[in-house]
């Protein structure tokens, strides 16, 4: 997977609401000792050659863990999904 915290996206709103991690792309030659080649979509414009530190491994969900799923909810712009509690909240 590959940090997304020095990537610049133009349809980003905000740097909060972007995924910490993008992808899982397969490393397609060792350049250098503390840089690989990624094999990447067309789509993302990024150089090939990225520093290892930028790159995380990916782990499995470990047995029993939980996934939880979002409700989908239809309105009058298009989807959206129902937020059923927000964690750490201010009350101002």
Do not use: C, D
């Not at 992808?23 to 250098?32: D, P, T």
């Not at 499995?60 to 989908?72: A, I, N």
């Amino acid at each position: 997977m590959l940090n997304t915290k020095s990537l610049v996206f133009k349809e980003r709103l905000t740097r909060k609401l972007t995924e910490q991690y993008i992808g899982l792309y397969m490393i397609e030659k060792v350049v250098l000792a503390n840089a690989v080649k990624l094999k990447l979509l067309a789509l993302i414009r990024i150089h090939l050659v990225v520093n290892v530190s930028r790159i995380v491994r990916y782990r499995e969900l470990v047995k029993g863990q939980r996934v939880t799923e979002l409700k989908l909810v239809t309105v009058n712009r298009g989807k959206e999904w129902e937020v059923e509690k927000i964690p750490n909240k201010r009350i101002v």
